[in-house]
């Protein structure tokens, strides 16, 4: 399977505890974002990488959340002394940027639930 | 933060029947994409129209953009039942393209009735 793979797909945690997901892009993609879905509602942007780099974090994350891109290949995404509040689907996508236009394959996503 | 708002957020319509969505968003874009997402699914991506594009065809699938209006419309002819999901509208903006990223509206749910 040559697509957007994460894991775990489910997640379920005590409350306070650290989580860490792990996203593999498609390998030729060059960006990666993260998003948070709630229930009813769109993507919500979190933060990508070009290659290696995070080009951008949302001022909406708090400090708990942390991601990282080591090689520019797969990224990971954690989250520190969880809070009920953080009980999301987590999507990963990748894309190839190419003249400022790109397409995003997204992953199946990664369920956290926070008890 | 989201840029695109879907209008309606729920529609439920007779299979066969033609499905119209809309999404404005608010700053200028580089182009404007739609995605589908079926429940507890990831997105897939449908169609993108770039910011000098002011309709595009694929299939059954017909996206315009009015960028006076900041405004775009996805329109799916002869409904089918599988076409019930979650339809999405992203919006690319930056002035270089090493600063623009994806930034999706809140969706509409389509509710294809037998």
């Known amino acids: 399977d040559t697509g957007v793979s994460q894991d775990p797909r489910h997640k379920i945690t005590k409350r306070g505890q650290n989580v860490t997901f792990r996203c593999d892009p498609i390998?030729?993609?060059?960006?990666l974002y993260w998003y948070r879905q709630t229930l009813g509602q769109g993507p919500e942007f979190l933060t990508y990488?070009?290659?290696?780099?995070?080009?951008?974090k949302s001022r909406l994350l708090s400090d708990r959340f942390s991601a990282e891109r080591p090689k520019g290949s797969f990224s990971t995404l954690e989250i520190q002394r969880t809070e009920q509040g953080d009980s999301a689907m987590y999507l990963c996508?990748?894309?190839?940027?190419?003249?400022?236009?790109?397409?995003?394959?997204f992953g199946q996503g990664t369920r956290l639930t926070v008890v | 933060s989201q840029q695109g708002e879907e209008d309606p957020q729920a529609l439920s319509i007779q299979e066969g029947e033609n499905a119209t969505m809309n999404c404005s968003y608010k700053t200028s874009i580089n182009n404007l994409q739609w995605y589908r997402q079926n429940s507890g699914r990831g997105l897939v991506h449908l169609i993108l129209?770039?910011?000098?594009?002011r309709e595009k065809h694929s299939g059954r699938l017909r996206v315009t953009l009015d960028t006076s209006k900041k405004s775009s419309s996805l329109l799916i002819t002869a409904s089918r039942a599988a076409d019930t999901a979650s339809y999405f509208c992203?919006?690319?903006?930056?002035?270089?393209?090493?600063?623009?990223?994806?930034?999706f509206g809140s969706g509409t749910r389509l509710s294809i009735r037998p």
């Open positions: 390998s030729e993609h060059n960006r």
């Open positions: 129209i770039r910011s000098n594009e």
């Open positions: 996508a990748s894309s190839l940027i190419y003249r400022g236009n790109e397409e995003a394959f």
């Open positions: 992203a919006t690319v903006s930056g002035r270089y393209s090493s600063a623009s990223k994806i930034i």
């Open positions: 990488f070009q290659n290696e780099a995070q080009l951008e």
